[in-house]
């Protein structure tokens, strides 16, 4: 089956702990993203890759880090976490064309709280 | 229109009317336009992906159309039903490197 797994699908975290939310996609895209969800403000995109060893930053990207190592997996890094990190986040992968992305896969979604 | 953006925010549709919203992008540099839906507590999920200008496409009792040279797209709700409560959500890659740019969402809620 077709999927974009996250993993954990409910974090909390204490600040300053750091911590990693692993994505991995089994469709051998190209394309994958990271974006958070926070109330009034629709999805904003952190981070994205268009494949193994290019990534860049999106709308958001300060106190995050990611790596693309392998085309399957794209983990989302906090060095140093703050309550201001609280939020919704996906994972999303898509193939890549020369007229941009396709459709975007999304996994579940991971709530993340720092406190 | 630099940003994509989406309306109305939210709108209220009666079991069995029908709806529709937009979303305006920009129209330089286009390249696609995709629509999503997103239900509570899942996650979204691809409607269509356009990319020619006068493009009509539909799944169902839901259809969009594509207007590239204006900058925007409606998105159509024949007959509306509970179950197609949900966010609707439209995005464009920014350019050809795929940076894919969301609209804030129009929040559709559909009263029995």
Not at chain 1, 67 to 91: A, D, G, V, W
């Amino acid at each position: 089956e077709a999927q974009v797994t996250q993993n954990p699908r409910y974090l909390i975290t204490v600040t300053g702990k750091k911590l990693t939310v692993t994505c991995s996609q089994n469709m051998n895209h190209e394309y994958m993203s990271w974006y958070r969800q926070d109330p009034g403000l629709g999805l904003r995109q952190i981070y994205y890759s268009m494949n193994v060893e290019v990534t860049d930053k999106g709308d958001v990207p300060e106190g995050y880090k990611v790596s693309r190592k392998e085309k399957r997996n794209f983990p989302l890094i906090l060095e140093s976490p703050s309550p201001n990190q609280t939020s919704l986040y996906f994972c999303a992968s898509s193939l890549s064309t020369s007229i941009g992305v396709t459709e975007a896969f999304f996994g579940q979604g991971t709530r993340l709280t720092v406190v | 229109i630099l940003n994509v953006e989406q309306s109305p925010q939210s709108l209220h549709v009666q079991e069995g009317d029908s709806t529709n919203f937009t979303c305006s992008f920009p129209s330089s540099n286009f390249y696609a336009l995709h629509w999503y839906r997103w239900e509570t507590a899942k996650s979204p999920e691809a409607l269509f992906v356009m990319t020619l200008n006068g493009d009509e496409k539909k799944k169902g009792r839901i259809s969009a159309t594509l207007n590239t040279k204006e900058g925007y797209s409606y998105l159509y709700i024949k007959g509306s039903q509970p179950e197609d409560s949900a966010t609707y959500l439209c995005a464009s890659p920014k350019a050809a490197g795929n940076k894919l740019t969301f609209g804030g969402g129009t929040r559709v809620l559909v009263k029995p």
